[in-house]
């Protein structure tokens, strides 16, 4: 993926915040953890945004191209060839999809063969569903066999599949939002444990050690027992859970690992906000 300005701007902001951090709050330990979190999601969120909207766009791409496909079905069955009905959809408006359809009427023009054509076109785009429909189309053409059945069957093929991938995610919205809840319920309980239950069992063991007087205190056992040795493991933990929840997630509603960063992104972001920040405000209350 090639850098674009929202990179360079991210990869900047964050690289400030980071020098911030270290010029002013180089002695105090937790701020500057903070301060370096936040300078590594600033730098990390324009890449996670292009994945989501390179995603969004994927998405976009084959609906798009169920259209052009159901627009040259109808044209081949009026009795236009194809290569003449793949010409006259370029003055259709496909959105994210008109610089490739441009591009194939181009080159039909330019006389390349249709297949060798649709080859190009299949491949620029490099959708997966793209693919599939391009390579029935160019076999039946090759063939010589009935176009216009092979391309409504084809539509009608598309059609199903986001129809099918639709219903998935509404009908799995649910777990989504019980993921999140879980996620949120699960860090309140490591905070809880790290500030509340941690702290008492030291406490206990001090006091049990100081009380008997025998071996187990002279040795330094429960009384070493301290509450922040927890605190960076504790954090590992969540954003680890957070990763792959997020992944799951995606795999579960988009089918796709890579559709579940975004998702990950965010429950990494809110794992590290809140149980640093609660760190921070504790230490500094």
């Not at 009905?85 to 249709?114: D, F, M, S, W």
């Not at 995610?169 to 790290?194: D, N, P, R, W």
């Not at 590992?236 to 579960?252: N, P, S």
């Amino acid at each position: 993926m090639a850098l674009k300005k929202m990179h360079w701007f991210g990869m900047i902001a964050g690289l400030v915040i980071a020098a911030f951090g270290f010029i002013f709050f180089y002695k105090d330990e937790k701020m500057l953890f903070f301060l370096l979190g936040i300078a590594f999601g600033v730098v990390a969120l324009p890449f996670v945004m292009g994945f989501a909207l390179e995603n969004k766009k994927g998405q976009k791409i084959n609906e798009m191209f169920l259209e052009f496909t159901r627009n040259l079905a109808e044209s081949v069955a009026a009795g236009t060839p194809i290569s003449k009905g793949i010409v006259n959809t370029r003055k259709n408006n496909y959105g994210v999809l008109n610089p490739h359809v441009e591009k194939l009427a181009n080159q039909i023009e330019l006389g390349i063969p249709v297949d060798e054509a649709f080859q190009t076109f299949s491949k620029d785009i490099g959708s997966s569903v793209v693919k599939r429909a391009i390579a029935l189309i160019r076999e039946a053409e090759k063939a010589g066999g009935d176009i216009d059945y092979i391309l409504d069957s084809t539509a009608k093929s598309i059609s199903e599949v986001e129809k099918l991938k639709k219903e998935r995610k509404s009908a799995i919205y649910g777990l989504i939002v019980q993921g999140y809840v879980i996620f949120f319920i699960f860090i309140g309980i490591i905070i809880i444990m790290e500030f509340k239950i941690l702290p008492l069992t030291a406490g206990v063991g001090g006091f049990g050690g100081f009380g008997a007087g025998d071996d187990f205190s002279a040795t330094g056992g429960a009384d070493k027992l301290n509450p922040e040795d927890f605190s960076r493991p504790f954090l590992y933990l969540l954003l680890t859970q957070g990763f792959f929840v997020g992944l799951v997630i995606g795999k579960l509603t988009e089918g796709s690992i890579k559709a579940g960063l975004k998702h990950s992104f965010i429950l990494m972001i809110a794992a590290f906000l809140i149980s640093s920040g609660v760190r921070l405000f504790i230490s500094g209350g």
